[in-house]
């Protein structure tokens, strides 16, 4: 090609011819506006400069049809012996795993922890996707079955990441630059289905990348060629032209379209720089690969974007003499794989319109077919590829020219609208309208087909694109008002994308992945599918199964449920099952699976690296340790580690100065005891230093937590109650009872919710009465003022039923009065409020609740007619200040009773210990206190005292 080019420009008639027909339509059209005629004459000398160099330099577009097609060509010609390719060098490992996979792929350097960059680009992912039709494979697999040497030139992943402004939000911007802003946004549900986000969060690399980057000559084409999308123009102007066109039109084309982008980047100094220095960087490479190879120019080939394929740098050229120092690379640990890929990854990742590449695939192989050619493909293993014979380049320089000025003077023409193509589409979108809710028919059918080709024929085209069959679509079948939750733009996106999506074969996976496949193998389901697996479990039928759950688990803690999904079954700390069901999704997210590898050997190791960086990470708190604990025992059953982590818990709580996570504290850490002793083990030493270090840390922060109005009374509960929960182990343990109540004496709250927790606290230490309370409430339902915080003191009791049971009787009591005298006003705001407290709290708060109301309340409605609440007739009740005088007395009961009168002390300690107060009246006093009974009354007194065997008995039965 190099030989052709150079008397192509070497023969100045020849390019004059040219350059004046081109020049002459720039007179025609601009007005002999001289800045045309120096961006023209700029062009001719990019072109001039790509055709003098020595290594054939080879221009391509990313995922075209045409440029696969032409390199094939043209390395069945060439046949050269060293390719150099546009592609991440450090990638370069990868190439031979290609075998074992289904397309498309994606090349990916993956990295978790990273040195020299912002913390919020963590974690770092580049990838490239590869397809059977993209230029770049074909000359891969040339390479790899042929036994040629191909060489990856470009940037390391980590100088990607380099040459981006070092700033947080700088990498978000990267990744935008080639997203569409037309593009359709889609709901998590659709994107899933289609596969959007299949590349998770990745840098996306892609070779030869022509877009104009001129905003205004990009409108100018889309306005004048009546397309939407730039790959419409692209796939009308360039692909469908160059079928049957040779390979020195289709160079000469590339390089002019590369120069003339280039030339209009001009204004974008940062993105034309960090062009240039990959250009650098790829010559610098090559010129060393040739020097110490002691290579050929001519046995090797550059293959690269158009783009980059005029470079204006110094160092173009294996003969420049001038030098590029290629910078360090970070200490960030890289690691490198295969994930899978779909069509509508690509077209997301780098901004192309719904259904491009389908059509890119169908175009790719009508021309296969049309110009009878063979593309290569990878096998199994390696063959040795047997190739024709090489030929060289034969046509003229005037052939040449009179080629390149035939094409670019020609109109495109309109091929034959692909019937069965928009028959499949019509079809295949009432399909989907059906099952989405929409009333639609094979009348609707026809209407978008017939629609679609009006539609194209409107616009100056014979054969309907993928947007007027879209806009047809909706015009048919778009109604009010969506059916279901997808509507027809929407399923147009789903049906355009396509559904072909890449596999990495088992071979090319991580140690990791492949140990996932051979545990689940017992489980006989098909982990390659892209289907969803329902695997039933029944650990009775098959307890070898065991093995395999435990590894679902495992999953399912890593991947957030993402590639296994529990249907029925738990894992909770002592629960032993005995049936689980499962969704497995590992073929339809095996790039989830694929970047769990990079970050271990195993599912074990990867768990015990994450539950150490979990407690000795930055954000590390007493809570993340005791659930790193709780993970440990669920998962992993390692008793070192779960002590390891344990102290590290006891060295949080020692540091912690808030009390933030109080309420998951104490929710965790009363489940290790409780699981311990189940267990029957004794608290281990961890677990025992962690309650001192709580109960004597939450006592100080109580005084504190009660008073300020930025902590929420749901944390001064969940402290109460860890000190009142674990109050008798503590004690065991050498804490010191005083300090809670020193605590509760200063505290001082003054709204109510709170001040609800501190009554509770003060009646189990026996420093209130439930009588004092009682008043305090009956007072304030009397006082329409304070009618309002009524709702605000019943909640503090409420949350205080999770650590004490003493105040339920009297939380049904506040719930009676509540609904009896609070006004409507009041009462149903509170409602919705009161419901989301009662779900919020213990979820058996509720039961305990109803249990003690089925004990208060009668049980029948007959008995409701006469019932009087408990606490009603304690409060009409009149109390007994003095025990009444018998009238009469037997002589046993004299005798006792003089007894007691000689020993009074002695009388009085015994009441006391029976927990009875017993007290002494004078005689008067006694005299004067049976003054006033009714005869009725006396009469009662002597009958019990008759028969008081029988009131012993009725006291037992009710008290």
Not at 15 to 27: D, H, V, Y
Not at 388 to 403: F, L, N, Q, V, Y
Not at 903 to 918: E, I, Q, W
Request: glycine share 4%; hydrophobic share 35%; charged share 25%.
């Amino acid at each position: 090609m190099s030989n052709t080019l150079n008397s192509l420009f070497a023969k100045t008639d020849d390019t004059k011819t040219l350059r004046n027909t081109l020049l002459g339509s720039i007179k025609e059209f601009t007005n002999g506006d001289d800045d045309y005629k120096h961006l023209l004459h700029h062009i001719f000398d990019d072109v001039e400069r790509a055709a003098r160099e020595d290594l054939e330099i080879f221009p391509v577009c990313h995922h075209s049809p045409s440029s696969a097609r032409f390199m094939i060509k043209r390395l069945l010609e060439k046949q050269p012996k060293v390719i150099f390719l546009e592609l991440c060098e450090d990638l370069q490992p990868l190439l031979e795993d290609l075998r074992q996979c289904t397309f498309p792929v994606a090349l990916q350097a993956f990295a978790l922890e990273t040195e020299g960059f912002p913390k919020s680009w963590s974690p770092l992912s580049v990838v490239a996707p590869l397809t059977e039709f993209s230029a770049e494979y074909q000359a891969i697999t040339y390479a790899l079955e042929t036994g040629a040497q191909i060489v990856l030139v470009d940037r390391s992943c980590d100088h990607v990441f380099q040459w981006i402004p070092q700033e947080d939000d700088e990498l978000e911007k990267e990744k935008k630059k080639s997203q569409n802003k037309e593009k359709e946004e889609l709901d998590s549900e659709t994107a899933e289905e289609v596969g959007q986000d299949i590349h998770g969060s990745s840098v996306g690399i892609q070779i030869g990348q022509n877009l104009p980057g001129f905003a205004e000559f990009e409108t100018f084409l889309l306005d004048n060629a009546n397309v939407h999308h730039y790959s419409e123009w692209w796939e009308k102007y360039i692909e469908e032209s160059l079928v049957g066109e040779d390979y020195e039109t289709y160079y000469q084309l590339m390089y002019f379209i590369g120069s003339l982008y280039r030339r209009l980047r001009q204004d974008k100094k940062d993105d034309l720089e960090t062009n240039r220095n990959r250009e650098r960087y790829m010559w610098q490479r090559m010129k060393e690969y040739v020097r110490e190879n002691d290579l050929d120019a001519a046995d090797c080939i550059h293959v690269c974007g158009a783009f980059h394929s005029v470079s204006d740098v110094e160092e173009f050229g294996v003969n420049s003499a001038a030098e590029y120092t290629i910078g360090e690379r970070s200490k960030t640990q890289w690691l490198y794989g295969l994930i899978p890929s779909s069509y509508f990854a690509i077209e997301h990742q780098f901004g192309l319109p719904s259904g491009t590449m389908s059509l890119a695939e169908a175009n790719w192989k009508k021309s296969l077919t049309k110009e009878k050619l063979k593309s290569f493909k990878l096998g199994k293993k390696k063959k040795s590829l047997k190739l024709p014979k090489a030929s060289a380049t034969t046509s003229t320089a005037s052939e040449d020219i009179a080629k390149l000025v035939d094409f670019l003077g020609k109109v495109p023409e309109d091929h034959k609208s692909d019937e069965k193509q928009l028959v499949d589409w019509c079809a295949g979108i009432v399909k989907l309208a059906r099952k989405n809710g929409y009333l639609a028919s094979t009348a609707d059918s026809i209407a978008i087909y017939q629609t679609s080709i009006l539609l194209a024929n409107m616009r100056g085209r014979k054969h309907p694109s993928p947007f007027d069959f879209k806009e047809a679509a909706i015009t048919c079948l778009e109604k009010d008002a969506t059916p279901k939750k997808r509507n027809i733009t929407q399923l147009c996106v789903i049906l355009l994308g396509g559904d072909k999506s890449g596999k990495v074969g088992y071979l090319s996976l991580p140690p990791l992945a492949q140990n996932v496949y051979d545990q689940l193998e017992p489980l006989g389901k098909n982990l390659s599918s892209k289907t969803i697996q329902r695997a039933l479990i029944d650990f009775k039928q098959n307890p070898e199964l065991k093995p395999c759950s435990d590894l679902l688990w495992k999953l399912s803690y890593l991947t957030d449920n993402r590639i296994v999904h529990p249907i029925m079954g738990e894992r909770t700390l002592g629960f032993e099952p005995l049936q689980e069901s499962w969704d497995l999704s590992i073929g339809k997210y095996q790039r989830v699976l694929i970047e769990l590898g990079y970050e271990g050997i195993t599912v074990e190791y990867v768990i015990e690296k994450r539950l150490k960086h979990s407690v000795y990470s930055s954000g590390a708190s007493a809570a993340k340790g005791l659930d790193a604990v709780e993970k440990c025992i669920l998962f992993l059953d390692n008793h070192r580690l779960a002590e390891e982590l344990g102290r590290r818990s006891v060295e949080l709580i020692s540091k912690e100065d808030s009390i933030k996570d109080a309420p998951e504290i104490f929710r965790k850490i009363r489940k290790l005891i409780h699981y311990y002793r189940n267990q029957g083990q004794k608290l281990p030493h961890w677990l025992n230093t962690f309650i001192t270090n709580g109960y004597s840390h939450y006592c100080t922060m109580l005084p504190k937590a009660f008073v300020d109005e930025d902590v929420s009374p749901d944390k001064v509960a969940a402290m109460t109650g860890f000190v009142l929960t674990l109050e008798t182990l503590a004690l065991s343990l050498g804490c010191n009872r005083d300090q809670f109540v020193i605590a509760i004496k200063q505290s001082r709250p003054t709204q109510p919710t709170k001040l609800a927790l501190l009554w509770t606290a003060e009646l189990i230490l026996s420093m209130k009465e439930l009588s004092e309370i009682r008043a305090y409430f009956d007072e304030l339902l009397s006082n329409p003022m304070r009618l309002a915080t009524f709702p605000d003191y019943l909640k503090g009791f409420i949350m205080a039923l999770d650590f004490t049971s003493v105040t339920v009787s009297f939380t049904i009591e506040l719930f009676s009065k509540a609904f009896q005298r609070l006004p409507d006003s009041i009462l149903l705001p509170w409602l919705p409020s009161l419901i989301t407290t009662l779900q919020k709290e213990n979820p058996d708060l509720m039961s305990k609740i109803v249990k003690e109301a089925g004990m208060l309340f009668p049980n029948t409605l007959q008995d409701l007619k006469n019932w009087q609440p408990a606490w009603e007739k304690s409060e009409t009740a009149t109390p007994k200040k003095a025990v009444q005088k018998q009238t009469e007395l037997t002589a046993e009961q004299k005798q006792a009773n003089a007894l007691i009168h000689e020993h009074k002390d002695t009388a009085v300690a015994m009441a006391s210990l029976l927990n009875f107060d017993l007290s002494f009246e004078s005689a008067t006093e006694s005299e004067a206190s049976s003054v006033g009974l009714s005869e009725e009354e006396k009469q009662a007194n002597q009958l019990i005292l008759s028969y008081s065997d029988s009131m012993d008995v009725m006291e037992k039965l009710l008290f």
